[in-house]
Structures are given as structure tokens and as C-alpha cells.
């Protein structure tokens, strides 16, 4: 892990901030998770660069995964008309969670299809963009198993009741069917340019 520490210290640098001022800003607010947060962020962040030092990922997705850090915690950590930002109604039919889950697993769609690239059949891009949506979905759900029992133990962590689960997983398919559209065009341009040039 040390080795991607040093090679992404500044993405590392940055998250680091990020999330100690939102934690802040948490405990400035009174959030009673602000503390758990914190620790979260250390926790994911150390789990994907042990993963990147065995698989080196993208360093577009790293920052990408960062960036999904630092719109994730003010979500729990700051308010809006008394409620926490993720219940927040961006529009009639989006909430601030919503987006979150969204972009993150467009994200986590992108890193299946980045770690695998090795494996994903060229020459079947719909196939490939199948893989990398049920990799997105299959992670979206664990993470709602995970949000389940932390919102069983906690009640006051705010993670909601069965709809808004249901909700986000149909905002976590969003995303992954996104990042299996952008998987499926970036092997069709390749597959393409063989024809052209064959011809």
C-alpha cells in the first residue's frame, strides 16, 4: 500500500483535508457521525490504494473516487431546513443522495471495467458493458447490505427506510448502466478504427 501512497500522495494529501474539514464542519453541526465519517474515508481510501498496489488503477479513477468522497460527507454532515443535505430534494424527483449514488457507482462502474480491462471481450462491447453494470450493481448492493445493518444498529445515522434503499439502487443502476454505455463506446472506436483500417 505504501508504494500507491507515494505514487498518489497528492490525491491522498487532498482527501485527507477534505475530509478532516468536513469533520469539522460535522462536529461544528453537532452530527453525532461526524467522528465515524472520518474514519470511513480513512478506511475506504486506505482500501482502495491496497488495492491500486496490486492493480493499478487510473489515475483519473482515484481522483474520481475522491472527488465521490468529498460530495459523500456533507451529506450526512451538514443541514438543509433542519434535515441532513442527503435529504435534500434537489428536484421534484432527485434527491442530494440520489446524485451521490449515481456518480459514485458510474465511478465503481469505470473501475470494474478499468481492473478488468485485461478480460472484457473486445470484440463483444455489449457484453463487456454487462459486466461492468452487474460489477457496479453487484458493489451498490453490497454497499446497501452494509447500509442496512448500520441503519439497524444506528437509527441515527439517518440511512432510511426500505424505499429510500430501493431508491438508491435504482440510482446505483444509473450510474453503473453509465459507465457500461461509456466501457461499451470505448471498445466499439477501437473495433471500428480495425475495420477502417482493414478496408
Do not use: C
Not at 16 to 25: E, F, I, K, M, R
Not at 35 to 59: Q, T
Not at 142 to 154: D, L, R, T, W, Y
Not at 166 to 176: K, P, W
Request: aromatic share 12%.
Amino acid at each position: 500500500m505504501l508504494d500507491s501512497l507515494t505514487r498518489n500522495r497528492d490525491i491522498a494529501a487532498v482527501t485527507l483535508l477534505y475530509a478532516v474539514g468536513w469533520t469539522a464542519v460535522g462536529i461544528r453541526n453537532g452530527a453525532s457521525i461526524a467522528l465515524p465519517y472520518l474514519v470511513e474515508i480513512i478506511f475506504l481510501g486506505g482500501v482502495i490504494l491496497a488495492f491500486d498496489s496490486k492493480r493499478p488503477l487510473d489515475r483519473n479513477l482515484l481522483w474520481a473516487f475522491s472527488g465521490w468522497g468529498f460530495i459523500h460527507m456533507p451529506g450526512g454532515l451538514t443541514y438543509v431546513d433542519g434535515d441532513v443535505l442527503y435529504e435534500y430534494w434537489v428536484l421534484p424527483f432527485l434527491r442530494y443522495d440520489h446524485i451521490v449514488h449515481i456518480l459514485g457507482f458510474a465511478v465503481v462502474g469505470l473501475a470494474v471495467a478499468n481492473v478488468n480491462r485485461r478480460w472484457l471481450p473486445v470484440d463483444a462491447p455489449r457484453v463487456a458493458g454487462a459486466v461492468v453494470f452487474f460489477g457496479a450493481m453487484g458493489i451498490g448492493a453490497a454497499n446497501e447490505v452494509v447500509e442496512f445493518v448500520i441503519g439497524e444498529s444506528f437509527p441515527s445515522t439517518n440511512v432510511g427506510d426500505a424505499t429510500n434503499l430501493g431508491l438508491d439502487l435504482v440510482a446505483n443502476a444509473i450510474g453503473g448502466g453509465w459507465a457500461a454505455i461509456v466501457t461499451t463506446r470505448r471498445l466499439r472506436v477501437p473495433a471500428q478504427k480495425g475495420v477502417d483500417e482493414k478496408t
